[in-house]
């Protein structure tokens, strides 16, 4: 399998890797937190999603929520040596999903135990804080962000820092428009104006970077991505444009698997390009499947969280999943604070096959800790393996934002991340 000989290539060069890593995050702005949705097919090892706002901390093992404690403390010595103590978490207005509360639990516990004050808050008003009670039964306060000059005020007070896990699907420009409080990660971005397919541009170069390092085949950890801008669900044309792309990337994909001796059906994905909690995602095998699209696949690609449109998608190649837990298909995703390895899991669904989306209703969260790595690396190829992917993913992520022009606000480049 691939990973194995991945994890072989990275450990015979780790020195000179971490050395290559502290040098391409060199001079980038680091966000707080990010998570990477990943696919292993047994022939090439790809994340598939990034998330700058990241739910699911809830999910990590318990040693790797220990180990994450550290990691939050660290970055704010490193990135805030003003001492910042008063942090606000700046969630989603979703009240009525218990789980996401348990995540935002979680990530309050974190930061308390890092010595800051935490309060929650929402960005729009309420006549009074709501009592929220998770799927696990913690109880939490929740406030107003209610704004006041350059900066807003939750119970009165105002935050030293914003920790934002609001994706910001929605620009709420009136709320924020001339905000100086330091927010992490920027608002700008929110899935309001980023794009996927940057990423997955930046991703792809850092990929082939790194593969020559480890004197790799760089197809096995890149993923091919393209936009499809001005998409019209409602554009029978346009629908015919979108198929084109489809088979002219279907084919490409079968060369690749021929010349590698691959014997899969290459599938594809069309996704939202700015869109998240796995909405305005289709699996199609050929251009005709979007030529013959029924009502119900149109619907499914108009919805986006908040209720908007899509009007973007990229074309993506679909990666199978050969990763198996309990009988379930799977699928890792490792979470990150700073450019530190945070917190991992699986995401398993046993409804869902190797070829489809595993972000759906009915997915059962399993043990992957990447606190192991700490104990033996050598031992643990799939933790080494992904924990290397998401680490690129994080670099792109920065250099994305460099490339948008976006910046931490009050954030130190610090001698570590």
């Known amino acids: 399998m691939i990973q194995d000989q991945i994890h072989k290539a990275i450990s015979h060069k780790h020195d000179s890797l971490v050395d290559w890593f502290a040098s391409k995050r060199k001079g980038l702005h680091i966000p707080f937190y990010t998570s990477f949705d990943i696919r292993d097919s047994g022939f090439k090892v790809v994340p598939v999603d990034a998330n700058l706002y990241p739910a699911g901390f809830n999910n990590i093992c318990q040693a790797d929520k ?6 939050v403390e660290a970055y704010f010595k490193d990135h805030y040596p003003e001492g910042f103590g008063s942090v606000v978490i700046l969630t989603e207005e979703h009240t009525n999903n218990p789980y ?45 962000a209610v704004r006041s000059g350059e900066t807003f005020l939750v119970d009165g007070e105002a935050p030293d820092v914003v920790i934002s896990n609001n994706d910001f699907s929605q620009s709420y420009s009136d709320w924020a428009e001339g905000l100086e409080v330091p927010m992490n990660p920027p608002r700008e971005m929110g899935w309001y104006q980023r794009k996927k397919h940057k990423f997955f541009e930046k991703y792809n170069e850092l990929a082939a970077e790194f593969c020559e390092q480890i004197d790799f085949d760089p197809w096995a950890l890149s993923v091919s991505t393209e936009s499809f801008d001005s998409f019209d669900i409602g554009s029978e044309e346009n629908r015919d444009q979108l198929a084109g792309r489809v088979d002219s990337l279907i ?6 698997y021929k010349q590698r001796g691959i014997e899969v059906s290459p599938t594809v994905f069309i996704k939202n390009n700015s869109g998240t909690y796995g909405l305005g995602v289709t699996k199609v095998v050929s251009g005709d499947d979007v030529r013959t699209w ?11 969280k908040g209720g908007g ?23 890792p995703a490792i979470y990150m604070i700073g450019c530190k390895l945070a917190g ?5 669904h046993n409804k869902k096959g190797p070829d489809e989306s595993l972000n759906s209703p009915g997915a059962v969260y399993k043990r992957l800790c990447v606190s192991d790595l700490r104990v033996n690396v050598e031992g643990h190829p799939m933790e080494n393996v992904y924990g290397w992917v998401a680490r690129l993913g994080l670099l792109a992520v920065s250099r994305e934002m460099q490339a948008e ?3 931490i606000r009050s954030y130190g480049l610090g001698s570590d991340c």
Do not use: C
């Not at 006549?127 to 009670?133: A, F, G, N, W």
């Not at 084919?251 to 690749?256: A, E, Q, V």
């Not at 449109?309 to 198996?324: F, K």
């Not at 991992?344 to 398993?348: A, K, S, V």
């Open 66 to 71: 220990e180990t994450s404690a550290e990691l």
């Open 100 to 144: 996401y509360w348990d995540n935002v639990h979680t990530l309050k516990t974190l930061l308390e135990q890092s010595d800051k004050s935490v309060k929650v808050a929402i960005p729009s008003a309420l006549d009074k804080p709501l009592e929220i009670e998770s799927a696990s039964g913690f109880t939490m306060t929740v406030h107003s």
């Open 251 to 256: 084919d490409r994909l079968i060369d690749d």
């Open 294 to 304: 029924n009502n119900k696949s149109r619907k499914k690609m108009k919805a986006a």
């Open 309 to 331: 449109g899509i009007a973007s998608v990229i074309v993506q190649e679909g990666v199978p999943s050969r990763v198996i837990s309990e009988g379930a298909t799977a699928e």
């Open 344 to 348: 991992g899991f699986l995401r398993t």
């Open 405 to 407: 022009k976006v910046s």
